[in-house]
């Protein structure tokens, strides 16, 4: 198995900082006391009232449930009426769970059969034959092995590199994992247990709860939760949009109701309970041969998959693209298949409400039966996306109509809004039912949670793939969430957004940014994503989400470079009608200017701006030259770190301009030169994380806080606070940010951003805001291309090994899974298969036109549903209209 060893930093998943992320994510929008949730999502049309007679007749003669007498209460036996604390709770309720659970399967078995269906009918008339042999057949087919297990004590194991130590108390979970330790992977339903109704610190507890299982489990689409507080139950229903809470049921009192919530968790369709019928887990034979792929809750992964979560393979389904001239886009018609092989982006599967956007590098399925080598690599990218903003397949295809060869843009291919059972999978109306929210949300207050203890591994474990991309300035692990892929507000309330599940294609792939090869690929690098935003540009096209994570290095040489990803943000500008909470919701917050977060120009004067840099030198208190030492770092400057100060200089009184200042081509030029800075700071060089200071503990100290400060935290004020001083004071810029960069960076990089800065400051006074892309490039080339640049390893040892490193980890991850033959598939024919040129390190994509020429042979599209749940069942074979090899 390949390992994904982090080469930028420790990401854990501590509970402070998931319990800060879950407040954030979701102020504005968690709701308690939802009107119509239970009656909607757990109605009769869910469970007829026959069955749950039929459990609770079953239960009270079993003397499980003991229905009033005389003074005695109702109440489910052995569980406590008045718990003086939660903990004499966990064992019994376990208990009366799983004896629900039980009832429910054996009820099930003994009407499974028609005949049996059709006798019970008798004593139902208000119920159809045809509709009751329905239900039975169907929910003995839909049915969860599920179990109920009290995990208070111990917390869920979880994949190390998405490494978690929360402790839910009560988790439903699958029988195919044993008896051993749940994994978060296998929880269905967490159950968090209190002594006391308190909707937000049970609210909190639970929703970090869901948080990691969606982070764990990529084909959950969303989740419900309970919380069972003294006596009373309460259904939280959690998905892209929010959380909502149920109108609490008193499970002693109620007891029909509480025994329908826990069926209906039990039969109700795998995608009416979150599952993905679309995504499933690829299968082989003990040959390796591919067969039919089940769902993740039929699989025994903890026996048959791999421990990685960035290994497990899935089988995916996405619309076919149109023939060429073949018209309109199809929605639902001819599927391609996909293999996702190997992830890339998995942590923001765990954002409860936003764009929760993963992405894998991915295999037709027609191609497994090739060498590696010949296979066509896609990249494919999971998401849900406003309704109100465009399709971000349309936008690429708009830049493809007129693009010849490489534009600095990825390649599409194809996009598709995911449909579950012929309906397009969205929050509001196919998952939530319309049912709406009411009142105002509630406070999730951090003051009031009790952190359970987390495990001393806990801050040591990596996130893999992701952490290559997002390096991190402290030591303790923990990590702002600025690279955010969840909606802000600023406002005091929306209504819940309408999320659509949707897939794109694209046919490039490369390496993360941050593991340039050398200083001269760095920055010719940025010049190319450049190319591809003016290419963008000049198609009415503004990109709006410009960040280190959203330019991809291709191993080509210039100006093929580099290449710009990510149009979920962008938007067709001429056209575009500006929304109230647009400037919040958009962009990665860490390389945003001032000017979009705020709406406000920077109050730069222009014989201000002409008087930053002479001849690139710095506006110092000196205003002389840097002269390098021996080793290429730049002499310290005089003065420890102190960034106090910059929130007062940024607290000047600023005089807004009449019009408010909307997200224009010059602030995504900005955000380029934010990601430059950015990688300066945080990196020693190629592909390393920033270890090496250079200075004193108290300066180094100072650093880092700055740092995090001005890229890491969540704030968006703050954020913009930061940018504001950075930019209307060079004295405050260089002495934070050109002079604090790693040794390696202290020439060329530095010359560039040096110009770069005062190019801004410049525009930005003047307001000449027009075209700028060409006078960035020039800058970017100067400096990529001089001999300094391209020679900068030979005057340091260490940075001639810090590019070797680079360079060989570049090369180990071209190593990919090859398939065997798959006998009985139709291989694509050479002369329609697309090709990757070989480079000396890089990995490629088809070149021009000629790579989309061949289009993959016609394979059925995956069911809506997944027949019958027993693994390795003849239903299974036909799953991809595909049959196992024989």
Request: charged share 25%.
């Amino acid at each position: 198995m390949a390992q994904h060893n982090s080469s930028l930093g420790d990401i854990g998943t501590h509970v402070a900082d998931v319990e800060r992320a879950v407040k954030y994510e979701l102020r504005h929008s968690a709701f308690v006391d939802t009107p119509k949730l239970l009656d909607t999502l757990f109605g009769d049309d869910t469970v007829p009232p026959f069955f749950i007679d039929a459990i609770y007749n079953a239960l009270v003669a079993a003397k499980k449930y003991i229905p009033a007498t005389g003074k005695a209460s109702a109440h489910w036996a052995g569980l406590p009426l008045k718990p003086k604390d939660e903990k004499v709770l966990y064992e019994p309720l376990t208990k009366v769970l799983n004896e629900i659970t039980a009832q429910c399967h054996t009820l099930l078995a003994q009407l499974g059969e028609t005949n049996t269906a059709r006798r019970t009918t008798r004593s139902h008339a208000a119920l159809s034959n045809e509709d009751l042999v329905n239900f039975c057949r169907e929910a003995f087919i839909d049915k969860l092995d599920i179990i109920w297990r009290d995990e208070h004590a111990t917390a869920p194991k979880s994949d190390p590199t998405l490494m978690s130590d929360m402790r839910p108390d009560i988790v439903a979970t699958f029988k195919t994992t044993g008896t051993g330790r749940v994994w978060w992977r296998t929880v269905h339903i967490p159950l968090e247990v209190k002594q006391a109704n308190t909707d937000a610190l049970a609210a909190i507890q639970l929703l970090r709860y869901v948080r990691q299982a969606l982070r764990e489990q990529p084909d959950r689409r969303f989740m419900y939760g309970l919380v069972f507080a003294k006596r009373t139950l309460t259904v939280w229903h959690v998905d892209r949009s929010g959380a909502m809470g149920s109108k609490v049921v008193d499970a002693h009192e109620n007891p029909k109701t509480f025994i329908r919530i826990i069926v209906a968790l039990l039969v109700k369709r795998p995608s009416d309970l979150g599952w993905d019928p679309t995504m499933l887990l690829y299968q082989e034979d003990s040959d390796g041969n591919p067969l039919p792929p089940l769902p993740s809750y039929l699989v025994d992964r903890i026996a048959t998959s791999s421990m990685d979560a960035y290994e497990t393979r899935w089988v995916i389904s996405m619309d076919k693209p149109p023939t060429k001239g073949g018209g309109a886009w199809p929605a639902g018609q001819d599927q391609d298949v996909f293999v996702l092989y190997q992830a890339l982006s998995l942590a923001r599967g765990e954002v409860i409400r936003g764009r929760a956007t993963r992405v894998w590098r991915a295999w037709h399925w027609d191609d497994l039966t090739s060498p590696e080598e010949e296979r066509r690599i896609f990249v494919i990218k999971d998401t849900w996306r406003d309704e109100r903003r465009g399709v971000e397949g349309a936008l690429y295809q708009l830049a493809e109509q007129v693009k010849k060869g490489r534009s600095g843009v990825a390649d599409f291919y194809s996009h598709c809004v995911v449909r579950i059972n012929n309906q397009e999978d969205n929050t509001l109306f196919l998952i939530r039912k319309r049912v709406e929210p009411t009142g105002t949300p509630i406070v999730l207050e951090l003051a009031q949670m009790k952190a359970k203890q987390q495990s001393a591994t806990a801050s040591s474990q990596l996130t893999k793939i992701d952490s290559a991309v997002l390096p991190v300035s402290g030591t303790t692990g923990t990590v702002y969430d600025w690279e955010q892929d969840h909606f802000i507000f600023d406002q005091e309330l929306y209504p819940p957004r309408n999320l659509i599940h949707s897939r794109l294609a694209v046919t490039s792939t490369g390496w993360p940014l941050v593991k340039f090869r050398n200083i001269s690929e760095l920055l010719m690098g940025i010049r190319d994503a450049i190319g591809g935003h003016r290419w963008l540009c000049k198609r009415g096209i503004l990109h709006r989400d410009i960040s280190h994570g959203n330019i991809l290095l291709t191993g080509l040489q210039p100006p093929n470079s580099a290449m710009l990803i990510d149009l979920d943000h962008a938007i067709e500008y001429q056209a575009y009608e500006h929304m109230t909470d647009d400037v919040r919701s958009v962009g990665t917050l860490a390389f945003m200017s001032y000017e979009v977060i705020s709406s406000t120009a920077y109050p730069i004067k222009s014989e201000a701006a002409d008087r930053v840099y002479d001849a690139g030198a710095p506006s110092t208190a000196n205003d002389e030259d840097e002269e390098d030492d021996e080793d290429g770092a730049p002499d310290e400057p005089n003065e420890i770190i102190d960034d106090t100060h910059l929130h007062e200089v940024a607290k000047a009184a600023v005089e807004p301009l009449p019009v408010p200042v909307l997200h224009s081509a010059i602030h995504d030029l900005e955000s380029f030169f934010w990601v430059l800075c950015f990688i300066g700071l945080y990196c020693d060089g190629p592909g390393r994380p920033r270890t090496t200071w250079n200075t004193s503990p108290e300066r180094s100290a100072g650093l880092r806080k700055f740092m995090r400060e001005a890229f890491e935290q969540p704030n968006p004020h703050n954020i913009a606070l930061e940018k504001y001083a950075l930019m209307t004071d060079p004295r405050v810029f260089e002495l934070h940010v050109v002079s604090n960069f790693a040794p390696y960076f202290s020439v060329s990089a530095t010359s560039a951003v040096r110009l770069l800065y005062q190019l801004l400051r410049t525009v930005y006074a003047r307001r000449e805001l027009d075209d700028k892309h060409d006078s960035f490039m020039q800058i970017l080339k100067t400096a990529g291309w001089g001999v300094t640049a391209l020679q900068w390893h030979d005057t340091n040892p260490e940075y001639r090994q810090m590019e070797e490193e680079a360079k060989k980890w570049r090369q180990e991850k071209k190593a990919t899974w090859d398939s065997p033959s798959a006998r009985g598939l139709l291989p694509v024919p050479d002369n329609k298969r697309g090709h990757r040129p070989d480079a000396d390190d890089g990995e490629h994509s088809p070149e021009g036109e000629d790579a989309l020429e061949g289009r993959p042979r016609k394979i059925p599209r995956l069911p809506s549903e997944p027949p019958s749940p027993t693994p390795g069942s003849g239903a299974h074979a036909e799953m991809l209209g595909v049959a196992p090899p024989a």
